[in-house]
Structures are given as structure tokens and as C-alpha cells.
């Protein structure tokens, strides 16, 4: 019999599929059916759990609110009143530990002692006369029936879960107001409900509702600010907090508590339950699957007499293991079905399935590389010629994966070697970077540090003040050179980013109109300032962004202009949402050819050699000034016209805002600051030079040269602020600093770096470590007094 026939044979058969069809819809419906049925179960567990704490916390609430209307304790005479709460106390038996009798200024009585002397209210010494009273306002039973009480209504309220300030166990408050004869509140009572009786309450609750699911039920119990007061996981129970085996006290000297709360887990699908629980919701969620734990079912009930929520955690196979049962039940039956169905085809289709078979099977194992399957290729039918072709295309394959292996092996070597030299240059030029900028800026401190101070001197000579103001620009150069190669490496390593803040916008464009008017004038040039009238006067951006872009800008148009014109233009481009502001500088000078265009954002490109002699320059400016705009959003255009002129333009975004400005004078006032100064530097030059200025100033200044002296010094001496050196010998000043942090004496003492360091991750470490600010290397004097100024005013209040 051909294929063909056999084939149409087995189509026959074809009318088991709508019968498999009906059957696993049918299926499908039915586990779909018993799911709902055993989350509702699971869910009524959890209603009757939330019922059990509902009336047990009702009760107590309908005890203490009875006991608080009663005239005697309306006298708030605890003499009188104590008698009463100790009948009552005894009369519940092991319900109630104590009794409080709070006052509305906080203090308090119990029925387990008090200070004799102070008319039986607790102290922190009951046997001291002049012993300070205790307090509860603090307390979230006294702020609610007294504090916050400010309707003089007989309020009832359940605490949340604290530790006794007087006996030092756990505890739960209910407490009433107390109001007097006119109505006025007049005090509390609170009945102190002991945490054995929290156990107890879980312990019934286990065994009436939860004890059908055994040991992979998970139950919790959580305050009305979701503060967990039962857990399986016991450290999550509210508990003393301890350091170094020490209880941590607070500013009264009270024992702090650690509360832990659902809405602080680390795991979001918990905070988003704890939020509804505490809002007093009712459900239930599924949980996804963690390390530490199965996918879970959550549900959760309101205990609406105290404000509290229950939670009762399952895992999934435990909440449907009925679906489960149910879903065994019916394939079981599918199985039956299909295998009698099978069963009367195969008769029809063992002559054909045979060939076939062998046929997939050899497929199969080609897919997983085996190579090496046999096929009988014998007879003269469609399948023997199938196993032929079947057979040469294995071989083909063969041939063809060996070759492609072998390719793909080639290649990933090459590309792993590839990737370690890229990764290897890139932390060569991270460190090579980061050591070149230490090892200059820490001489390049002691140059411009010496300079400053003399630049401040009256005493020398035409000649000695002009080789004095020459060294100096010199030396802000070479800074300038140093920090523009720092940019651009950053800008690359993408550690560059925008810092927002408000500034007076007009106030930016005339500084720089003033900044460049001595060069103006020198060259006979005409600067001109245009700002057009739709610009806003104060505005949000990065202003010192800004103006880095604007002075590289203008001090090119400036250097290579001999006559005619500077022009800097500001307009705004923008709609009523978004303020667009376009920067234009433009000048007359000497342009730029057209082939030449194309290449002048590049770093360290310069038109042609001659250039570089005649007029200076790194060729990093635009480069940067180009990343720094693209960085903001934005693209920097360059129109020129050799000898006629250039124009660049660039759009910047802003935010308007209003500023309230004060009148700072920009003058450095030598000797305006008090305070002592300890100088941690192993630098002699640097010693010198940064203790003069720190002492023209008006500051006292004690040197040390490494982390380990400062230490000691500091034991010593009081000091209002640190300067601290990040690299030092035997200690540098990272550690050091976090050596001083340690200190509880000095949590407070203001710490500065003086790093040479500038880089992002550098500076970062400063702050890791503990320090509050930092000045960069080479220092300068109105970036230092700035920041003393606002940190020793900080520690003058």
C-alpha cells in the first residue's frame, strides 16, 4: 500500500480531536471553578482569625472605656483610684498587667508602684525624691486620648505595640479618656495588655483556623502603622534596640525600641499589601517567587476594633491542592480516553508510524549533533527515498558546522583579546589621568598659592607686581589646560552631568561683558551685548556650565579678532511650556576655512601649526563646549567666512524661576574668619603655603602630616574645622576620616578634603568616607574663604 493510502487511512481518525478538544475546555473550566473556591476558603480562614482578635481586642476597649466612666476615677485622686484598679486587675486575672493613670501633662501613674515622695507618679528613680517624673506624651495612646484630643471627647483606642517604660517587657495600651464632671478632659486610663496574651491570642487562632494547612501556613499580625507584632521570623518582633551589648537610650533616657514595619520589607509586592492592610482593606495577593521563598498566596483581614491587620501567607501548592487532586482526577480519565483511542488507531497506523518514527528520531538526534545515527534506507517507496536525502543533507551539515566552529572559535578569541586591550587602555587612561592630576595639582597648590599671597601684598615694586600678576596668569593657564584635558576625559567616560540651580541670568551675560572689557579695550574692539526683551531675568539651568561654554566662545572670538566687533546675542526661541534660550557669539576676525569646518570640534585640532604659535591654545575647547551643549540637549553651529568673520550659536534650555538676591561684595575680606584649624598635609611646600593663607584669613591653624597624628591631635585639642589631605603617608585621609567618624565626640566636627584628586569617583569617596565638603588643588583663595566661611558659620550657629 502507496503512502498516500496509508495516510488517508489515519485522517480517519482525525475525529478524536473535537472529542480532546470538548474535554480540556471542560477541564479547564472546572480547575478554574475549584481555584476561586479554594482562595474563598483560605480567605474565610483568614476572617475568622481577624474575628477571634476583633472581639477579644472589643472587649477590652468595652472593660476599660466602663472602668474610665466611673465618678472615682473623674477625681483623678490616685489614692482613691488605685484601689479600684487593683480589684479590677485581679479580677481579670492575667488580662490586664497593669493599670496606668495618665495625667494631660504627661506624667502617670501605674498600679505596680510609684515615687512616694511625688504623690506615687513613676519616676525614673521611684526611691529618689528629686527624681525626674516619667513621661507618655510621647506615647500614641496619650496623643490620642489627650494630645490630639482637642473635642474633649471620650476617645477609646488600642496602642500600638511598645515596650513598658517601667518594667521593660512588651505591651499593648487600650486606653480611654478620662473626662471630668464638666466635660473637660481631665486624664487617661490605659490597661496594659501583656504579650503573652498577643501569644495566646496566635496560639488560638492556630488552632481554630490555620491548623488545617499544618507547618506551611506563615501568619502575622501587624500594628494600624503596619509595625509587625507577630512574625514567624522572631527578630521582626518589636525589641529593645542594643549596640556593642549596650541599650541604646534616647535624649530623656528612655530604652529605644527597633519596630519594624511591613511597609519597610525590601520586597515591593509587600509594601504595596502592608499599605492596604493598614488602610484596613481585606484580600488577597499572589506573590511572586524569591530565593527565600515559593510562589505564596497572601491574604489579609482588618481586626477593625483595634486598627490592626492579620496575614496569613501560603504557599501556592498548599492553596490548591484540591485544584491539584481535581486536575490528577481528570487527566487520569483523559489518559484512559486517549489511550483507548490510540489503541484502535494503531492498528490502522503501525505501518507507516514505524518509518516515520525512525525518520524524526534520527532528525532529533542531528538537532543535538549526533552525527553518527543510522538510517535503513531500504524498500522503493516515498520513505526510502526521504532516508536517502535525509542522509546527505546530515553529511553536508556535518561538513558545514565543522567549518563554522572552527570560524566562531577564530573569531572569539580574536574578540576577547580585542575587548582586553580596550579594557586594559581604558584603566591605563583612568589611572594615568587620575595620578597626572594628582602629581600636578599638588605642586601647581604651592605656585598659586605662594602667588595669591603676594598678589595680596602692597610692598613690591611696578616691576615685581608685574612679573608677580604674569606668573599667576600663567599659571591659571596651565590650570585651565589641566582642567580642560580632566573635562574632556570625563565627558567621555560619561562622569560629566547637569547641576539645576536658580541665578540671575542678566546678572551671568554683563559678568562676562566685564570680564572681557580689559581685552576689549586692549585690542580697540567693540563688544556688543544684546538680550532680548522676551529673555527672563532669573532662571533655572547650570550656570556654571553656562558660562564655561560662553568663555570659551567669547575668548576665541576675542583672540582671533584684530578689528571690529564682539557680538554676544541671547533671544528666546521657546513657547509658554519650555523657555529656549539661543546663545549667539559672533565676531569680525580672522574665520575659518570652509574645508577646515568639518574638523574643529575635534580635541586637539588647530586649523594648521601656525595657529597654534601665533595665537596658543590646546584645541580642546570646542570640543568640549560641543559635549557639554549636546549633554544640555542641545547642538553647537559654527557659520564662518574666512576673513570675514565666525559665528557660533547653540540653543539651551532653561526654567524660569524667582530669586531674592542680597548684595555680596565679591571683595576678599583677609582675617574676616575665626576659629582653630587643624591642617592635616604631608606637603612641606603646601604646609607653608595653605597656613599662610589660612592665617591671612584670621584663623589659627595646628599641622600635622598624616591620618594617624590627627587622630591623636584631636584628642588633644578642640577644633572647629579639619582640613584633611586625601593622600598621606601611614594613614591617608579617606581613612582617617572614617577613623574620626567613629569617635562619638566628633559625629559632629566639620571635615574638609584638600584633594588634588578632582575626578568623580574621587570625590565620591570623599563623601563615603564621612568628610562634609571639598576643596580641589590648586586652592584658591576666594573658593577656600568661601568655603569656611560657610561651614565655621555653620558652627557659630
Not at 478 to 497: A, H, P, R, W, Y
Not at 780 to 795: H, Y
Request: hydrophobic share 40%; aromatic share 8%.
Amino acid at each position: 500500500m502507496q503512502l498516500k493510502t496509508r495516510l488517508m487511512v489515519i485522517l480517519g481518525l482525525t475525529a478524536l480531536a473535537p472529542m480532546l478538544v470538548i474535554f480540556l475546555l471542560a477541564m479547564l473550566h472546572s480547575t478554574e471553578q475549584a481555584k476561586r473556591l479554594s482562595i474563598s476558603a483560605a480567605q474565610a480562614k483568614v476572617y475568622n482569625a481577624a474575628a477571634i482578635f476583633d472581639r477579644y481586642f472589643a472587649k477590652r476597649k468595652s472593660e476599660v472605656a466602663t472602668l474610665a466612666r466611673q465618678p472615682t476615677l473623674k477625681t483623678m485622686n490616685f489614692e482613691q483610684i488605685a484601689p479600684i484598679l487593683h480589684s479590677e486587675k485581679a479580677a481579670h486575672q492575667q488580662t490586664y498587667e497593669k493599670f496606668i493613670l495618665g495625667r494631660p501633662d504627661g506624667s502617670f501613674h501605674n498600679t505596680e508602684g510609684g515615687n512616694p515622695f511625688q504623690n506615687m507618679l513613676r519616676t525614673f528613680d521611684d526611691k529618689a525624691p528629686d527624681s525626674r517624673k516619667r513621661t507618655i506624651t510621647r506615647r500614641d495612646y496619650w496623643q490620642q486620648t489627650i494630645g490630639r484630643n482637642v473635642n474633649q471627647k471620650a476617645e477609646v483606642y488600642v496602642s500600638e505595640p511598645m515596650i513598658s517604660y517601667t518594667t521593660g517587657v512588651k505591651q499593648i495600651v487600650v486606653a480611654a479618656t478620662i473626662l471630668a464632671n464638666d466635660g473637660k478632659v481631665a486624664g487617661l486610663l490605659g490597661g496594659s495588655i501583656p504579650w503573652r496574651e498577643i501569644d495566646r491570642l496566635v496560639q488560638a487562632v492556630s488552632k481554630q483556623v490555620v491548623h488545617q494547612f499544618y507547618d506551611n501556613a506563615r501568619f502575622m499580625l501587624v500594628s494600624q502603622e503596619g509595625i509587625y507584632m507577630y512574625h514567624w521570623q522572631p527578630d521582626k518582633i518589636i525589641q529593645l534596640k542594643r549596640e556593642q551589648g549596650q541599650f541604646v537610650v534616647n535624649d530623656i533616657g528612655e530604652k529605644i525600641a527597633i519596630r519594624l514595619k511591613v511597609t519597610e520589607e525590601a520586597d515591593p509586592q509587600l509594601q504595596e499589601i502592608g499599605l492596604k492592610m493598614i488602610a484596613g482593606f481585606n484580600g488577597y495577593a499572589k506573590l511572586a517567587q524569591t530565593p527565600t521563598r515559593p510562589k505564596s498566596y497572601i491574604f489579609y483581614a482588618p481586626v477593625k476594633s483595634a486598627g490592626y491587620s492579620i496575614a496569613l501567607t501560603l504557599p501556592e501548592h498548599v492553596v490548591f491542592a484540591p485544584v491539584y487532586a481535581l486536575r490528577q482526577q481528570l487527566l487520569i480519565i483523559l489518559g484512559f480516553a486517549v489511550a483507548i483511542s490510540l489503541l484502535v488507531a494503531w492498528r490502522f497506523s503501525n505501518s507507516i508510524y514505524q518509518p516515520i518514527a525512525k525518520l524524526t528520531k534520527a532528525a532529533q538526534a542531528l538537532t543535538q549533533g549526533n552525527f553518527n545515527v543510522s538510517l535503513s534506507t531500504r524498500g522503493k517507496d516515498e520513505l526510502a527515498n526521504l532516508g536517502c536525502a535525509f542522509a546527505q543533507m546530515r553529511d553536508k551539515v556535518f561538513q558545514r558546522e565543522s567549518e563554522l566552529e572552527q570560524r566562531v572559535d577564530e573569531r572569539t578569541e580574536a574578540l576577547e583579546l580585542a575587548k582586553l586591550a580596550a579594557e586594559e587602555a581604558a584603566n591605563a587612561k583612568s589611572r594615568f589621568l587620575a595620578n597626572m592630576s594628582h602629581e600636578i595639582r599638588t605642586p601647581m597648590n604651592g605656585i598659586l598659592g605662594t602667588l595669591q599671597l603676594l598678589n595680596q601684598q602692597n610692598n613690591f615694586n611696578e616691576e615685581q607686581a608685574t612679573l608677580i600678576r604674569v606668573a599667576n596668569e600663567s599659571g591659571q593657564s596651565l590650570l585651565t589646560l589641566i582642567n580642560d584635558i580632566l573635562d574632556i576625559s570625563k565627558l567621555d567616560q560619561g562622569e560629566v552631568s547637569l547641576y539645576f540651580e536658580p541665578f540671575d541670568l542678566h546678572a551671568v551675560l554683563h559678568h562676562l561683558e566685564q570680564l572681557f572689557s580689559e581685552k576689549v579695550i586692549e585690542k580697540r574692539l567693540r563688544f556688543q551685548l544684546v538680550i532680548g526683551d522676551s529673555v527672563p531675568k532669573e532662571v533655572v539651568s547650570d550656570k556654571h556650565r553656562l558660562q564655561q561654554v560662553l568663555l570659551n566662545l567669547l575668548n576665541n572670538a576675542i583672540k582671533f579678532t584684530h578689528e571690529g566687533f564682539i557680538r554676544l546675542e541671547v533671544e528666546n526661541i521657546g513657547n509658554m511650556e519650555q523657555v529656549m534660550l539661543k546663545f549667539t557669539v559672533a565676531d569680525s576676525g580672522i574665520g575659518i576655512a570652509k574645508d577646515k569646518l568639518p574638523h574643529i570640534f575635534n580635541p586637539f585640532y588647530q586649523e594648521d601649526e601656525s595657529t597654534t604659535r601665533r595665537y596658543g591654545g590646546s584645541g580642546l575647547g570646542l570640543c568640549i563646549c560641543q559635549q557639554i551643549i549636546e549633554l544640555c540637549g542641545g547642538h553647537l553651529n559654527c557659520q564662518s567666512q574666512q576673513g570675514k568673520g565666525t559665528q557660533f550659536d547653540f540653543n539651551w534650555p532653561v526654567a524660569p524661576c524667582c530669586l531674592i538676591y542680597s548684595e555680596d561684595s565679591d571683595q576678599i575680606t583677609l582675617g574676616a574668619l575665626h576659629g582653630h584649624v587643624l591642617l592635616a598635609e604631608d606637603n612641606a611646600v603646601n604646609q607653608i603655603v595653605t597656613k599662610a593663607i589660612l592665617e591671612k584669613l584670621g584663623l589659627s591653624v595646628t599641622i600635622v602630616t598624616d591620618g594617624q597624628q590627627a587622630l591623636q591631635q584631636l584628642e588633644k585639642e578642640h577644633y572647629d574645622l579639619v582640613l584633611m589631605d586625601m593622600h598621606m603617608p601611614n594613614m591617608d585621609g579617606i581613612e582617617a576620616t572614617k577613623a574620626i567618624r567613629k569617635m562619638p565626640q566628633h559625629l559632629q566636627l566639620t571635615i574638609i578634603a584638600l584633594t588634588a584628586n578632582v575626578l568623580i569617583k574621587d570625590i565620591e569617596a570623599c563623601f563615603a568616607a564621612g568628610m562634609d565638603d571639598y576643596i580641589s588643588k590648586p586652592i584658591a583663595l576666594e573658593q577656600l574663604k568661601t568655603v569656611l566661611d560657610k561651614w565655621l558659620a555653620v558652627k557659630n550657629g
